[in-house]
């Protein structure tokens, strides 16, 4: 009779042992996924932050022009002021800065710009 009792106990145990053994391994394969989820979520959400800030310098960037629009479409001085800053806005600084240089030295010495 005990030998009965204790084969049964030994059989509880194992499968009590394998139980444990499957919920470990799916204990971990749950972990595994969980860290495989917030890797994705790191990396959306760095992708959602790029793209915030490229919507943001477009978003300015058609303001600006915006701007620049209405002051041409004003005509007279305005769209020369406009015309004017876009020149100078799509060149580099060190082109603009020689510019203005050859200007303001033509200006002072009532020369042409450029001789």
Same mark, same amino acid.
């Given at each position: 009779e005990r030998k009965g009792y204790y084969n049964e106990l030994v059989t509880k145990f194992e499968g009590i042992? *394998?139980?444990? @053994? @499957?919920?470990?391994? /799916?204990?971990?394969?749950?972990? *595994? @996924?969980?860290?495989?989820?917030?890797? /994705?979520?790191?990396?959306?959400?760095?992708?959602?932050? *790029?793209?915030?800030?490229?919507?943001?310098?477009?978003?300015?960037?058609?303001?600006?022009?915006?701007?620049?629009l209405v002051e041409l479409e004003a005509g007279g001085l305005r769209a020369e002021l406009a015309l004017r800053k876009l020149k100078y806005a799509s060149m580099p600084i060190q082109e603009r800065a020689a510019m203005l240089r050859d200007e303001f030295r033509a200006a002072a010495l009532g020369v042409e710009p450029g001789s």
């Open positions: 042992r *394998e139980k444990r @053994d @499957d919920l470990s391994r /799916d204990l971990r394969q749950i972990l *595994e @996924d969980k860290m495989a989820v917030e890797d /994705d979520i790191a990396v959306f959400r760095d992708q959602l932050l *790029e793209l915030r800030k490229v919507m943001a310098a477009s978003q300015r960037t058609k303001r600006i022009n915006d701007k620049f």
